[in-house]
């Protein structure tokens, strides 16, 4: 399941709908914690806040959250398995939690199960639905991209709005490997961010690419045995932000060479508390004091008794 800040429902998966007994239509949209108390009741009816609690706690931390409940389904039948409810969050260019993936794992096995061999679950799940799921944080993430990438760093998913500023489709990138899709310049940076995700590391970096500057954070995503499988990145377009930054330094540059070369003025500036932070040569020259002895010392000094 996908969940936004609200608690509502975004995005539900086929094995979610079956586990639950539910349509898709019937949840779309609706608040996720009166879903969950409905069906895993053992823990979260007997606590009713617990579940929102939970999910304020991921959203203003950051970080992921596991719970164990048992009993699921109406009514509760004796031997139903306990599962593991994973919220893993998903941040914006800034680094807040803009969704919450929910996942619900088995970690017992029901009385009709015991004793009959059991394998485990794979390594490598399949990638489709999730590869879906995600497709709808994407198409709700403004002004960002968000790709998955498998063991062999082959790109499984690639979606989002900020892709159509690129001139690339999803289908420019979908299956291709991270070699075939990035260029040269950063293709090493990103291939070792990617080698530490799939190690478990987390990441954060800034690169340009076609003539964009983005902001990219990145997720390792593990199976039920703790192992990661893919890699979750989710890109933001910070073009216009990197162009107002440069504009504003060339403005200052601009400014400072102003205040350098008027030497028959002094031309001071002083912070908040009252203290000198800029000086120039007029200053220097009128008032006595060079610029290494004038900053950071009180406004004061400037003013003759």
């Known amino acids: 399941m996908v969940i936004d800040k609200d608690h509502k429902l975004v995005a539900i998966s086929h094995n979610y709908l079956k586990l639950m007994g539910e349509n898709p239509t019937s949840w ?3 608040d996720f914690s009166r879903l969950l108390q409905k069906h895993f009741f053992a823990a979260l009816m007997k606590e009713p806040d617990a579940l929102k609690n939970t999910l304020a706690q991921v959203f203003v931390s950051g970080a992921p959250v596991i719970l164990t409940v048992t009993g699921i389904a109406t009514p509760q039948k004796e031997g139903q398995p306990a599962y593991e409810l994973l ?14 993936i929910h996942q619900a794992t088995a970690v017992t096995q029901p009385e009709a199960s015991k004793g009959k061999a059991v394998g ?45 500023a690129t001139a690339q489709a999803p289908s ?30 987390p990441f954060r970096h800034e690169q340009e690419s076609l003539g964009r500057h983005y902001l990219s954070h ?6 039920e045995q703790g192992i990661v499988y893919a890699v979750l990145v989710v890109a933001y377009d910070i073009t216009e932000r990197k162009q107002a930054e440069e504009a504003l330094r060339q403005s200052e540059e601009h400014l400072q060479l102003i205040l350098e070369s008027a030497k028959d003025y002094a031309i001071f500036t002083l912070d908040k508390a009252g203290k000198l932070t800029n000086w120039n040569a007029g200053a220097e020259r009128l008032l006595g004091y060079t610029k290494e002895e004038a ?11």
Do not use: C, H
């Not at 919220?87 to 919450?100: A, L, S, W």
């Not at 990145?218 to 199976?223: D, F, Q, S």
């Open 28 to 30: 779309q949209g609706k």
């Open 87 to 100: 919220f893993k969050p998903v941040k914006n260019e800034n680094g807040e939690t803009e969704f919450i």
């Open 120 to 164: 485990s679950a794979p390594i490598v799940p399949d990638l489709s639905r999730e590869v879906n799921i995600y497709r709808t944080i994407a198409a709700n993430l403004p002004n960002g991209i968000v790709y998955m990438v498998d063991q062999q760093l082959r790109y499984v998913l690639a979606e989002g709005q900020a892709l159509q």
């Open 172 to 201: 420019d990138i979908e299956g291709k490997s991270l070699w075939e899709v990035v260029d040269v310049k950063n293709a090493e940076k990103i291939e070792t961010d990617y080698r530490a995700a799939l190690y478990g590391k």
């Open 218 to 223: 990145g997720t390792p995503l593990r199976n």
């Open 295 to 305: 900053i950071g010392q009180p406004g004061k000094i400037i003013f003759i008794p």
